[in-house]
């Protein structure tokens, strides 16, 4: 069995990147919100909290899975690495279209090959993280189809529709019980369902769905996927925009459905308008993650093209150093669409800048990690 650095004595000497609230005054051992979470995934938990104290981790989206110019040949290529010598600490993977048992992901993604290269990050020390851009279950359309505003309501109310979801459920039950490192123990995941739910583009977002119906749903899929046995997952919840406290709590499912608080934010418009943006939400996640006992990360975030060659040390680095920041995550370089990159590749004008922003020594890169 794989151990991430800690024991118990060791996690008395924790602190920063989360609050005290969760953890057991006697032993100062952090406990997931799931009751019955397996030794492997406490464990993570507590690594997480101890990582926190020493900088933030280095994640992409599909790193092992493509990139610009290539496509998975079992070779453990990333761009990242391909850049800066190392690979991200963190692997973020998308788990859409499994709902409906298909092969590929919604990028391609073939999830047997999905699952090889979860086994071989987690062997290597490295923590894996799922989104779900689901299927609608209602119209059959993608993520992005927003025609009904009766989506969650009808998974809630309609047995039709109800039926279909608790299929999903099932399926990725099977998934996520089928991570297993080689003495068959279950691999540790985080898990981000109904991201960005503060916009108005998905499905399952706030324009499209009541307060209580939205907590009620992640409730459901949460409590579904431990009653299937699926208790190696870190929930994370993930916003969109917000000003407020008030704001990012409305829609909170929780503590007991709830490990991860955080955010996906985006550079659009200038860099001083994303570091400024950056503020406001990372004080606010930061704030909340302290009073319920929270990690708190950048769930996504990323400038498309990289067009700024410093972009990593002057905008991206304000953005988030010392405010304690768990992990952060860069989305994905597609392979298929020449303008949609968010991590620098060989060759690539900003190469550089990236590879001075990850030899920082807080931030964590899969080398960093290593036990």
Known sequence: MKHYLLTTIATLLLVGCAA?????????????ADKEATAATVELYNYMYNL???????????????????????NYRSDVEGVTGDYPALFGWDLGMLELGAANNLDNVPFDDMRRNIIWADAHGAINSFSWHGRNPLTDGDSWDVSSDKVVWSILNDEAV???????????????????????????????????LSG?????????????????LWRYTIDYLRDKGAHNMLISYSMAGYETIEEFAERYPGDDYVDIVGFDIYHYSTGEAYIAEMTVRADVARQFAEEHGKLWAVCETGYETIPDDDWFTTVLLPGIEGKQCSHLLLWRNAFNRPNHFYASYPGHSSAEDMKNFVQRDDVLMMSDIQR
Request: charge should be negative.
């Open 200 to 216: 108005n583009w998905f499905w399952w977002c706030a324009s499209q769905c009541s307060v209580e119906d939205y907590v009620a």
């Open 20 to 32: 005290t609230e969760n953890r057991d005054e006697k032993t100062s051992n952090r406990l997931p």
């Open 162 to 196: 109800a039926e279909k979801y608790r299929l999903w459920l099932d399926r990725m039950a099977d998934f996520m019980l089928s991570l297993r490192r080689a003495d068959g123990e279950l691999i540790p995941v985080i898990f981000r369902p109904y991201h960005e």
């Open 52 to 74: 926190a104290t020493k900088g933030v981790i280095f994640g992409h989206q599909d790193d092992l899975a493509y990139g610009i110019g290539w496509v998975d040949e079992g």
